[in-house]
């Protein structure tokens, strides 16, 4: 037998995976039974379900992995985890490819759920807690004026039984709830960008 014959397979990917990536090292240990698709409520929405997303990992499928809409597909219902034989993080690694892919530059541009977690950390960094009506405003008019229009009518009735339920409150529109030691959240957020930019040697 030929030594090239015997050269043992090796996956860069994978590899990177596991070190750059949240729970990345679980990757290696799915079956791809596919209980975590079967389980998940958004399954049939899916381009690439869990397993698959890691068995194109472990093929070396980087660009098509990263650039996948998959991972932002999760709701973070938890049910893969829940019901996974080998108790896999599976959550946690979608999340945390979608961020990898993320600070790489390489995700999805106009994937929705991926517009809507900008959107959202967006408005949470500001003061410590979501404005729960720019939040929904930003989402009604990201398309655009006249749209967001249409949308805002088509959400009338939700909305005002929100604000009967006292869970949106038009004067947030000029402020909102804050945390009180809104210096120490600010604080703490730079710190954890500084452990982020430690990271901007990621193994490619």
Request: hydrophobic share 35%.
């Amino acid at each position: 037998m030929s030594e090239q014959a015997v050269t043992r397979y090796t996956n860069d990917f994978l590899r990177e995976v596991e070190k750059n990536v949240e729970e990345g090292h679980w990757v290696k240990m799915c079956m791809q039974c596919g209980v975590c698709s079967g389980s998940c409520p958004l399954g049939s929405a899916w381009a690439h379900p869990p397993q698959e997303i890691f068995m194109m990992i472990r093929a070396g499928k980087r660009e098509e992995v990263l650039s996948s809409d998959s991972m932002w597909m999760c709701t973070s219902c938890y049910n893969c985890i829940v019901r996974c034989p080998r108790k896999l993080p599976i959550t946690h690694i979608m999340h945390g490819l979608a961020n990898y892919a993320h600070r790489l530059g390489l995700a999805p541009k106009n994937q929705p759920t991926r517009q809507f977690a900008k959107m959202f950390w967006d408005n949470l960094v500001q003061k410590g807690r979501v404005n729960e009506l720019k939040l929904s405003l930003g989402l009604y008019f990201k398309d655009g004026f006249v749209q967001g229009i249409k949308n805002a009518l088509a959400m009338q009735s939700i909305g005002l039984g929100m604000m009967k339920a006292r869970r949106l409150n038009p004067f947030e529109l000029f402020g909102g709830h804050a945390c009180k030691d809104q210096k120490g959240i600010q604080a703490m957020l730079r710190k954890a960008r500084e452990i982020e930019d430690r990271k901007k040697g990621y193994t490619a």
